[in-house]
T-cell receptor
């Protein structure tokens, strides 16, 4: 499984766009990139998944450059309720075990 | 409502007293797994199951047992709990939506072993 590197923490003001970058230099051909969000004392929640280029859903966008060695989760106009830990995971798509790293603790300030 | 449920949500027990944490999902998912989360260590997988009667070890299986006799249930068994198993435990089931694979996590069980 590819190892991922993310910033430990980030701060943002309400209403701003937040971009969290994840580095995964040894990503394999069959690997997908998935992001999860976790609030304190709750289970992680799926945000978005992608393989290449750009993926967008109702809550976030995922940007993946052509070499796929990194990815960026973009959260538009964050609010206080977006304060959470965000995890970047890389692995084959399917019903496979997830390997969570340390994640990025995002703090949104009013 | 589609969900993964865990019981109990909180448990304080003593060393050596066998306990079971139940996990149930109502989404007919084939894949289920157990994780533990500890400060500074993140989430680590304990056991997983690809289908009924099919289970396998994750990263930290020592001291735990699981069973998968029915598709919807995946209990976690601690035969002789020890203080180092004090942790926050999550059960998850996996499904496909819009061509993406998602793991859906339960609310968690906070276990304290004294």
């Amino acid at each position: 499984l590819a190892k991922t590197t993310q910033p430990i923490s980030m701060d943002s003001y309400e209403g701003q766009e937040v971009n969290i970058t994840c580095s995964h230099n040894n990503i394999a051909t069959n690997d997908y990139i998935t992001w999860y969000q976790q609030f304190p004392s709750q289970g992680p929640r799926f945000i978005i998944q992608g393989y290449k280029t750009k993926v967008t859903n109702e809550v976030a966008s995922l940007f993946i450059p052509a070499d796929r060695k990194s990815s960026t989760l973009s959260l538009p106009r964050v609010s206080l309720s977006d304060t959470a830990v965000y995890y970047c995971l890389v692995g084959e798509r399917g019903h496979t075990p997830l390997v969570f790293g340390k994640g990025t603790r995002l703090s949104v300030i009013a | 409502e589609a969900q993964v449920t865990q019981n109990p949500r909180y448990l304080i027990t003593v060393t050596g007293k066998k306990l079971t944490v139940t996990c149930s999902q109502n989404m007919n998912h084939e894949y289920m797994s157990w994780y533990r989360q500890d400060p500074g260590l993140g989430l680590r997988q304990i056991y997983y199951s690809m289908n009924v009667e099919v289970t396998d070890k994750g990263d930290v299986p020592e001291g735990y047992k699981v069973s998968r006799k029915e598709k919807r249930n995946f209990p976690l068994i601690l035969e002789s709990p020890s203080p180092n198993q004090t942790s926050l435990y999550f059960c998850a089931s996996s499904f496909v939506r819009d061509n993406t694979y998602e793991q859906y996590f339960g609310p968690g069980t906070r276990l304290t072993v004294t």
